[in-house]
């Protein structure tokens, strides 16, 4: 069974590199697509694409990456409610 697919669109910049290696430590699998500036028009970079949503920017990067570590969209997926 296949995981959940992330692609992070790049740049050279040095928000992209700490998002790489930030998703690299917490051992988050994703693909990267490297793009250069004159192709950036519509989003920033780094933005994550992920099964949960688009995220846009090192500040949103950091918060998905810290909820997947924390396991928060495990809960989600799988919710134990007690009644």
Do not use: W
């Amino acid at each position: 069974m296949m995981g959940k697919m992330r692609i992070l669109i790049t740049d050279d910049s040095t928000n992209c590199l700490e998002a790489i290696e930030m998703l690299k430590a917490m051992k988050i699998d994703f693909f990267q697509i490297s793009i250069d500036k004159i192709s950036q028009s519509n989003f920033e970079v780094p933005t994550l694409l992920a099964p949960e949503g688009r995220f846009e920017g090192i500040n949103l990067v950091k918060m998905y990456s810290k909820a997947e570590k924390n396991g928060f969209h495990k809960m989600i997926e799988n919710p134990s409610v007690s009644y």
